[in-house]
């Protein structure tokens, strides 16, 4: 494992982060973007189907904001991966990263797993499902958003 770490390390795109002060902060803000875009939509769409803005269709609120979380999802896979290569044999340790990475795939797998059962706009859910999806979903979410933010507090 150790090898492969150095590996990645030893990239000339993570070398090319590690030398360039510009071209890491804007991964580091495209990340921080894509954070934003994800949990910044998933919290809202988690409340309606907690029940919250009944007077506008739970369709509605999917048909507008899963797109948005889905962009930030893709984003966030992009740039994260880059942001680890620069440190991948410190990060690799990181307990709060392998507890992010939990808790990440947990959310992406809930969610697909209630658009599978139910369809992409969750018409015929029953409001159990969507109540459990909503809050394994928030308690996932904002989990990655606490442990990523405590990557920088783990070290030395």
Known sequence: METLLAAIEATTLAQT?????WLYAGVNAAHIFAIALLVGSVVPLNLRLLGVWRGISREAVVRVLAPVAACGLALALLTGPLL???RAREYS???FLQLKLVFIT????SALAVCRAHGFLLKDAPRTHLIGHA???????????VCGRLIAFAGE
């Open 84 to 86: 680890f290569s620069i």
């Open 93 to 95: 340790g990181v307990t």
């Open 106 to 109: 947990v959310g992406v797998l």
């Open 135 to 145: 809050l394994v979903s928030t308690v996932c979410w904002f989990g990655a958003l």
């Open 17 to 21: 982060l590690r030398g360039s002060r």
